[in-house]
């Protein structure tokens, strides 16, 4: 509500105005934020996807083995901080500089871990009677993998991909730790606009995010439903 209130103060109402969301278009950094995190999501996004997908089907097809079952889930088990830290210091090991593309491999390393687990839970109530007659039939590995097990997992793997952007597009302590000082992602300019107070561009912010999530967990279920309808 109160990014519509014509006046500053979040403590006296003065009116609707979409004037906060006029000056947030305008505001130079948030603007470079947006698009820093949006490269970042989309591309942690569809590597953590198809990076994501391989390994579910993997884990769950051919290669069967607790400790690697415990592996797959530890990024989104550990906590963000950790992740963050370890993530930097491999990347001053390996002496690589500091930028999108290290928050990028970050994101897509916990990204990963939860697009496999969505991916499993949807291999786990599969039919395998339909992979099993695709391969008497004479059909290769790869034939029966694009033409019945990827159609049969689509809805999983929509709704991992939805997820580990939602969760790339505001997560903020790996992106902390291995962004660059001039390429800051959205989170992080919110933070250091923040540390002064919250200002009515913050609570315009703030709505869109929400509205942007909002959608995002909406159209995830209709392709769901969508996709199991036109089976």
Known sequence: MMSFNRNRSPYTWGGLSLDWYGRLAGNASIRTGLVNTLIVALGSTALSTVLGTLLAVGLARHTRSRLLDALSTLPAILPDLVIAIGL?????????????????????VFGMAFV????????????????????????????????????????????????????????????????????????IVIYSMVRFGVTPEINALATLLLAVSFTVVIVAQRLTRLTEALK
Do not use: C, N, Q, W
């Open 88 to 108: 930097l210091a491999f990347y001053s090991a390996i002496k690589l500089t500091l930028g999108l593309h290290s928050v990028l491999i970050a994101h897509t």
């Open 116 to 187: 496999a687990a969505v991916v499993r839970a949807r291999l786990g109530g599969m039919d395998t009677s339909l992979e099993e007659a695709s391969r008497d039939l004479g059909a290769a590995p790869l034939t029966t993998f694009v033409r019945i097990t990827l159609p049969t997992l689509a809805p999983g793997i929509v709704a991992g991909a939805l997820l580990a952007f939602t969760l790339s597009l505001d997560e903020f302590v790996i992106a902390f730790f291995t962004a660059a000082p001039s390429e800051p992602t959205l989170p």
